[in-house]
């Protein structure tokens, strides 16, 4: 497949095909595009993870960040049908760089289910690309959970 597939956010993003995939459709920072709000973090679980930095270990918010995007979000919708009719996409939300969201998520979940290669990027209005490094631990607590998952209906 040649899509390509980005994920930036919505600072370091100034142009191209801008998709806003954040809870308030990016609006709380004035962003006016297109949204996908399918692909936003539920805020119940968006609540108890945010409660929770600081006061249990990281790596165990983190995985249940994780676990409950993958379940509440990304088990539920077909990305590629949402993403059909746009070209070289650049779905935004509000962390920078590594800082831990759910594009990041996202990103992992695309490339293993669809293995479609989903950079990070920053893009000015000269069309100048950088791209980010996701956070390293993601994809293997996503497909820690993906695998539970397999196994629990195999029994």
Same mark, same amino acid.
């Given at each position: &497949?040649?899509?390509?597939?980005?994920?930036?956010?919505?600072?370091?993003?100034?142009?191209?095909? +801008?998709?806003?995939?954040?809870?308030?459709?990016?609006?709380? =920072?004035?962003?006016?595009?297109? !949204?996908?709000?399918?692909? !936003?973090?539920?805020?119940?679980?968006?609540?108890?993870?945010?409660?929770?930095?600081? $006061?249990?270990?990281?790596?165990?918010?983190?995985?249940?960040?994780?676990?409950?995007?993958?379940?509440?979000? +990304?088990?539920? =919708?077909?990305?590629?049908?949402? +993403?059909?009719?746009?070209?070289?996409?650049?779905?935004?939300?509000?962390? $920078?760089?590594?800082?831990?969201?759910? *594009?990041? =998520? +996202? !990103?992992?979940?695309?490339? &293993?289910?669809?293995?479609?290669?989903?950079?990070?990027?920053?893009?000015?209005?000269?069309?100048?690309?950088?791209?980010?490094? *996701?956070?390293?631990?993601?994809?293997?607590?996503?497909?820690?959970?993906?695998?539970?998952? &397999?196994?629990?209906?195999?029994?």
């Amino acid at each position: &497949m040649n899509k390509r597939i980005f994920t930036g956010n919505y600072e370091e993003c100034k142009v191209g095909n +801008l998709i806003s995939i954040s809870g308030d459709r990016g609006r709380s =920072v004035g962003f006016k595009g297109r !949204a996908i709000p399918q692909l !936003a973090p539920k805020r119940g679980f968006w609540n108890i993870w945010y409660e929770n930095i600081g $006061k249990i270990p990281e790596e165990e918010n983190t995985r249940y960040y994780i676990n409950e995007y993958y379940k509440q979000v +990304l088990s539920k =919708v077909d990305i590629l049908e949402l +993403l059909k009719n746009e070209k070289d996409p650049i779905l935004l939300c509000f962390e $920078k760089g590594q800082q831990f969201c759910h *594009r990041h =998520v +996202l !990103a992992e979940y695309i490339e &293993m289910k669809y293995k479609i290669i989903v950079r990070d990027i920053k893009i000015d209005e000269k069309l100048n690309i950088t791209e980010n490094k *996701r956070p390293e631990n993601i994809r293997r607590i996503l497909e820690d959970i993906i695998q539970k998952e &397999m196994e629990a209906l195999q029994i």
